[in-house]
């Protein structure tokens, strides 16, 4: 998991709370989701370490209430992996020492946000690639243990061979040459297992196989039993280790069928019927040696994903009953672009993968681009029909850096979205050592199609209901943006979003929101309906617009809705460092009637506090509370806190996220208002919940 995508959950040590929020909101900045408690006294951080799963501890030497030396005690007697940082307000070259000495892991300066950002994500990444290796270490050991049993119960006659003398063999081998116990062959050179007729043979076979060269994937030989009858065996290999060492794993397997049967069931294990490709299993398999391979220092590997422009639109026009004849015509066309430094495999109904061998950037860019042209509107034969299709290419370059499946598939299928996202025809491949012009031209395209969307209604809204448990009368949604796109389908936000923000478009795109809500819920109120609607306003669209509050309230009233109908909805996180536009637009809309909601609520370090500062009427409760929340008790407790701080407030307390009925059951008891999540209806284009 991404840093970003993990919650931190960080102790901070200090006298003054606004020094802890000033650094909370630094790293939050950072792009870190932040999960921070501050221990008053040194009981209150014994407590802590011992209930509660922390990552990460910063603590400021001059603290009064929890000295820093505590701190650092407290830390080793709970024996648990948590590096202590200490924060100072200078450069200052003997606290720096002194902080080290006593047993600080690294030094964060409040003064220079970068930096503080810097050293925690590099401490949080060791203790999670710490943790997880622990954690890999186990599932290891677990797996070796299930794999060991699987061996000894295997009816496949397998063996494992170091320098050539057998160091463990299963029942069914012993079976197969006629061995009683393993203790008969134990340090039993295999040669003597082999006919005098391909000793000579096999013997240099592991001369080469122990300089380092790889063993065949099979070998067809003539085996001796116990009693010196010989027998054809076809002989696999595979690399592995046994109790640490590295070894070679042999299975034999006694010739019963005709060489050429043999070999073409073999071909039809990893051949995809339709298409004569590889199939998905076996293509993954490739993927996973390249991977390998790259791991070990290869590089000049690529993975492309291609995937037909606008599919459900080609299928439609030559008709459900040829969809195998379309994909049959594409493999085939798809196969001239390719050569013998490529391997090419069907991944899903009409998704193909293209493994290529010996590419560079350079080449990886020239191969896909290649495959783009060999269809770029070219005619295609289907059955009896001529038709013309573009293609959308996504890829990764496989190096050292990367070298984990999931990271790759990850990064070409990200391609691939954005690729067809920006309206398909299109290669995009993401080399990890270089930020090339092809990402320049991408983000450019990017911003060009977001334009025209804010200027010709190329948005569009869907809804998720937000359920009252009270039985509030009325219909209550949130609303997300889509984009359109150019063949009708719809893009997730999460393609581009973060681009729009980073290019400066989030308060065009926020303010697209909020007016099209407030329409929303006019053409609703002249049907009859009574429709609150949720829209997120980030805070920095509200600082980037002095005059948004006027603006939302003259729509409001030009619509003639009440004004709450509308919650805006500001992210807690943010907040503090919009706090002054943030108040001015509160008391504008509030007067108008519209409601403030915080979302991601309990974030902070006093998030009750941070109420006393902005009125919101509306708490919505971060997601990492809720996620696990029926085998939580921990996030059972800081719900029910919420819900009943909020009761006394007089605000409303909303549960997102909800996404299993054990969870709602949880919520039920727990006296929350509102609860919203895909286990009671997932967002859609359409307002057609039953809230009866």
Same mark, same amino acid.
């Not at 002095?546 to 809705?561: F, N, Q, W, Y």
């Given at each position: ?10 102790l ?88 080290f000495?006593?047993g600080?892991?690294?030094?964060v ?109 099979q ?8 009693s ?37 069931l073999?071909?039809l ?7 004569a ?9 490739e ?150 012009r ?28 937000? !359920? %009252?448990? =009270?039985?509030?009368? /009325?219909e209550?949604?949130? *609303?997300? +943006?889509?984009?359109? &796109?150019?063949? #009708? ?15 400066g ?8 929101v ?27 669209? !509200? %600082?980037? =617009?002095?005059?948004? /509050?006027?603006?939302?309230? *003259?729509? +409001?009233?030009?619509? &003639?809705?009440? #004004?709450?109908r509308?919650v805006?909805?500001?992210?807690e ?7 002054k536009?943030?108040q ?19 974030t ?6 941070l ?57 039920f ?24």
């Open positions: 998991m991404p840093i970003n995508d993990a919650v931190l959950r960080l901070l040590v200090d006298d003054r709370l606004e020094d802890a929020e000033r650094l909370t909101s630094v790293l939050r900045n950072g792009g870190m989701a932040v999960r921070p408690q501050r221990p008053d006294h040194v009981d209150d951080l014994r407590t802590l370490l011992a209930q509660q799963n922390i990552d990460l501890v910063i603590a400021s030497p001059d603290a009064k209430g929890v000295p820093f030396d505590a701190v650092v005690r407290e830390v080793q007697a709970s024996a648990k992996d948590l590096p202590v940082l200490a924060v100072l307000g200078a450069l200052d070259e003997a606290a720096m020492l002194g902080a000495k006593a600080a892991r690294g030094i300066l409040r003064h220079l946000p970068v930096q503080a950002q810097a050293v925690v994500r590099s401490e949080y990444e060791g203790v999670r690639s710490r943790r997880g290796l622990r954690l890999v270490e186990a599932h290891l050991r677990e797996t070796e243990r299930r794999c060991d049993t699987l061996i000894d119960s295997s009816r496949d006659p397998i063996a494992y061979i170091h320098e050539g003398m057998h160091i463990r063999a299963n029942d069914a081998y012993l079976e197969m040459f006629g061995y009683e116990r393993f203790e008969d062959i134990e340090g039993l050179s295999v040669l003597d297992l082999i006919a005098p007729s391909h000793a000579a043979g096999f013997k240099d076979l592991l001369r080469r196989i122990s300089k380092g060269e790889a063993p065949p994937r070998l067809e030989i003539k085996a001796l039993d116990a010196g009858n010989a027998f054809d065996a076809l002989m696999e290999f595979t690399p592995a280790t046994y109790e640490g060492e590295p070894c070679l794993q042999i299975v034999f397997r006694p010739r019963m069928v005709d060489a050429a049967v043999a070999a073409e073999e071909a294990r990893h051949r995809d019927p339709v298409t490709f590889a199939n998905r299993a076996h293509f993954m398999g993927l996973e040696h390249a991977i390998a391979a790259a791991a070990g220092g290869r590089h000049h590997q690529a993975l492309l994903l291609v995937e037909p422009d606008n599919y459900d639109a080609l299928v439609a026009s030559v008709g459900l009953a040829q969809a195998d004849q379309l994909v049959v015509a594409f493999a085939r066309r798809l196969e001239t672009a390719l050569d013998e430094t490529t391997v090419a495999g069907r991944l899903s109904d009409h998704r193909f993968g293209v493994l290529c061998r010996l590419h560079d950037h350079k080449a990886s860019q020239a191969r896909a681009e290649r495959i783009r042209a060999t269809f770029g509107g070219r005619i295609l034969e289907v059955g009896d029909r001529a038709i013309t299709l573009t293609v959308s290419i996504g890829g990764v370059q496989i190096g050292e850096r990367n070298a984990q499946i999931d990271p790759v598939l990850s990064r070409a299928e990200s391609g691939l979205q954005s690729a067809m996202g920006v309206g398909g025809d299109r290669v995009e491949i993401h080399d990890p050592a270089a930020r090339d092809a990402e320049e031209e991408r983000i450019a395209a990017w911003v060009q199609r977001l334009r025209e969307a804010l200027a010709n209604d190329g948005f569009t809204l869907h809804y998720q209901p937000i !359920i %009252s448990l =009270n039985g509030e009368p /009325g209550t949604y949130e *609303a997300y +943006v889509r984009l359109k &796109g150019s063949g #009708g389908e719809i893009v997730a936000p999460s393609t581009f979003l973060p681009l729009a923000e980073e290019q478009l989030g308060p065009d795109i926020d303010r697209w909020v007016h099209r809500a407030i329409a929303v819920v006019r053409e609703r109120q002249a049907t009859g309906k009574a429709t609150t609607l949720y829209v997120k306003l980030n805070p920095e669209s !509200i %600082s980037a =617009n002095e005059r948004l /509050g006027e603006e939302i309230v *003259a729509a +409001v009233k030009a619509a &003639g809705i009440p #004004g709450d509308l805006l909805e500001l992210h996180p943010a907040v503090f460092t919009h706090l536009a943030i001015a637009l509160s008391r504008k809309v509030h007067a108008a009637g519209v409601r403030l909601a915080l979302e991601h609520f309990g902070g370090l006093n998030s009750f506090q109420l006393q500062h902005i009125d919101a009427d509306v708490i919505k409760v971060d997601r990492s509370y809720i996620t696990d929340l029926a085998k939580s008790a921990e996030n059972q407790a800081k719900v029910r806190e919420f819900a009943e701080k909020a009761r006394e407030l007089g605000k409303t307390c909303v549960v997102h996220y909800v996404q299993d009925a054990a969870s709602m059951t949880v919520l008891g727990i006296g929350v208002d509102f609860v919203e999540g895909d286990f009671l209806a997932s967002a859609g284009p359409a307002m057609n919940y039953d809230f009866g």
